[in-house]
């Protein structure tokens, strides 16, 4: 049974600092997904990461994927308020169910 | 385009009732999913339909859950006898094959 363990579990960042948040998980999965959710709203599709080695970037987030560490980072680079979501990472089990994280909650203080 | 639409956004039922909870997906899209989010629990997979294949029904918490989908269109999840602990929101995806999941905004399920 896949397992995934997000860390940390809540972030509270100054505006300008970089930060990581990781994504463990337990069994072999060939890709990974990262979602964004704000408040009261639905998941919005971030990255997909398709192979080891992956990485994405779109604007001051970057994600990463190491399926030998069964690993994947998302990077925060010089963090804005609009930041502020919870990030879910979700390997996907046998298919394509998505196995998510507990979430880690960002907030960006000004 | 049109996303992924679920209705109704809300419902409020009473312990005892039966609901039905409705998820269209986007059009073309042969893969549809429904997860459920609760505080307690996270975000979990309930059931998967992939094109004319037999749904992957092995993330139904019992057998008061079922989800049919029709036309290998829309999609409804049936639930039976509601319980104070089906209080979630339903949240339903779709996809091509093997592809990025595209979430719909959810139906809140209360039941008192």
């Known amino acids: 049974e896949l397992k995934v363990e997000q860390n940390p579990l809540f972030l509270s960042m100054q505006e300008g600092k970089n930060y990581t948040i990781y994504c463990n998980y337990s069994t072999t999965s060939d890709r990974l997904y990262w979602y964004r959710q704000d408040p009261g709203k639905s998941l919005e599709s971030l990255f997909v990461l398709l192979s080891n080695g992956a990485v994405k970037q779109e604007g001051r987030l970057m994600a990463s994927l190491d399926t030998k560490a069964r690993l994947s980072t998302l990077h925060i680079t010089a963090a804005v308020h609009d930041l502020s979501a919870t990030y879910f990472c979700?390997?996907?089990?046998?298919?394509?169910?998505?196995?998510f994280g507990a979430g880690t909650i960002l907030r960006v203080k000004s | 385009g049109a996303g992924v639409s679920q209705s109704p956004s809300n419902k409020v039922t009473e312990k005892g009732k039966d609901v039905e909870l409705r998820c269209d997906p986007i059009s073309g899209h042969t893969a549809l999913y429904w997860y459920r989010q609760s505080l307690g629990q996270g975000l979990e997979f309930l059931i998967y339909f992939q094109g004319n294949s037999a749904p992957d029904k092995s993330g139904l918490p019992s057998d008061r859950f079922s989800a049919e989908r029709t036309g290998g269109s829309v999609s409804t999840l049936t639930i039976q006898r509601t319980q104070q602990e089906d209080s979630a929101v339903y949240l339903c995806?779709?996809?091509?094959?093997?592809?990025?999941?595209?979430f719909g905004p959810g139906t809140r399920l209360t039941v008192l």
């Open positions: 979700a390997p996907p089990e046998y298919g394509n169910k998505l196995v």
């Open positions: 995806a779709s996809s091509l094959p093997w592809d990025t999941q595209y």
